[in-house]
């Protein structure tokens, strides 16, 4: 019989899985090496054919040579659900608490009617997202979804060890119960 606590009473270590973004890297490299051929005037000797190619070759070896720095570079734990709060260091060092969480929402991008990426939409007091120590890429908005007195962080959940969809169960979970904790 399991006697350990539920995932939602105990700290969540979710880490980088190389498993889940090797097909995304590899559309990249293929992407990257098409462009390349028509770049060189391979198939198409069109000066326009020839200037396209180079564009894509440029943007997409660049997301590629970014997404494999991630690969090589990103190791251990990248993100934290836990009672206290919420920690992503890829966002900031500090952990976010649940007190200063006003909502939190599923988001889903999509490109030509595809699932692009799915992130969630962290909705936090626009004073304390001031005093974090935020990294270059972290992605801060004013949304208009978010509620008075909100800024939105968004949450990747590209190529995390855990599914996108019980990252948002689990940290629902712990946001509704800080939340009750602290109403009565």
Known sequence: MDTSPPAHARNTDISLSLARALPYWLILLLGTGWSAVMASGLIDGSSSTRVIGGVLFV??????????????????VLVTLSPEGIRDIRLAPEVIPWSQVHGLRSMDVRVFGF??????????????????????????????????????????????????????????????????????
């Not at 800024?151 to 855990?162: E, K, R, Y």
């Open 115 to 184: 699932a692009a990426t799915r992130y969630i939409a962290v909705d936090i007091n626009r004073d304390f997202v001031q005093r974090l120590a935020l990294r270059r890429g972290a992605r801060v908005t004013d949304d208009t979804a978010a509620p008075p007195g909100s800024v939105t962080l968004d949450l990747q959940t590209f190529a995390l060890s855990m599914p996108h969809d019980e990252v948002v169960t689990l940290a629902e979970t712990h946001w509704q119960q800080a939340r009750q904790a602290a109403a009565g």
């Open 59 to 76: 943007a997409l070896g660049l997301l590629t040579i970014a997404g494999l720095y991630m690969a090589l570079t990103q190791r251990g």
